[in-house]
T-cell receptor, first 118, second 116 residues
């Protein structure tokens, strides 16, 4: 069965510090996708990144970076120079085929609540 | 495009009452699904549909019914609400495509339901 583990329930850091959110996954599929979503206090889900299982290249987008390591089944997310607006719950998710039509079910981790202290 | 819309945004029910959570999308997506979000549990799949007239159960289907009569709409029905169904409900949609590829899921804004 698929599983996503976000061991860090809550993290607090002072503004401008760097912070890494951990994500470890389990799957038997050889092709899968990994995701990070942000859920700000307003409650909506904001898509951050999708990564194909065949692409282990790290990605950087502004202050955000992602480290995908298949050998350790991890897909960690780092925020550099954190800001108060980064305060949110962050979810890591793993895709699983659910039909023959290319549709996927997302298995979510339990989320990490990140608080940036001004 | 409005994307994925959900109504109502908030709802309070008494135990035993029934209600329907509405979900609509205007992107002509074949695939639609319902998730619930509970504290400490992440999001879990309730039901999904790969097209009009086709629905199937997800991870936590008990207590919920769905139907898909049109491509645009995918309502979620609670026949007899229970306190355990207090949760935030998200609807999502995507295109159907080739197996092995990925079709990005678009999430609605959520419905916060409280059952007393």
């Amino acid at each position: 069965a698929q599983k996503v583990t976000q061991a860090q329930t809550e993290i607090s850091v002072v503004e401008k510090e760097d912070v890494t959110l951990d994500c470890v996954y389990e799957t038997r599929d050889t092709t899968y996708y990994l995701f990070w979503y942000k859920q700000p206090p307003s409650g909506e889900l904001v898509f951050l990144i999708r990564r194909n299982s065949f692409d282990e290249q790290n990605e950087i987008s502004g202050r955000y970076s992602w480290n995908f390591q298949k050998s350790t089944s991890s897909f960690n997310f780092t925020i550099t120079a954190s800001q108060v607006v980064d305060s949110a719950v962050y979810f890591c998710a793993l895709s699983e085929p659910i039909s023959n039509f290319g549709n996927e079910k997302l298995t979510f981790g339990t989320g990490t609540r990140l608080t940036i202290i001004p | 495009n409005a994307g994925v819309t959900q109504t109502p945004k908030f709802q309070v029910l008494k135990t035993g009452q029934s209600m329907t959570l509405q979900c609509a999308q205007d992107m002509n997506h074949e695939y639609m699904s319902w998730y619930r979000q509970d504290p400490g549990m992440g999001l879990r799949l309730i039901h999904y549909s790969v097209g009009a007239g086709i629905t199937d159960q997800g991870e936590v289907p008990n207590g919920y019914n769905v139907s898909r009569s049109t491509t645009e709409d995918f309502p979620l029905r609670l026949l007899s609400a229970a306190p355990s169904q207090t949760s935030v409900y998200f609807c999502a949609s995507s295109y159907a495509g080739l197996a092995g590829g990925y079709n990005e899921q678009f999430f609605g804004p959520g419905t916060r339901l409280t059952v007393l």
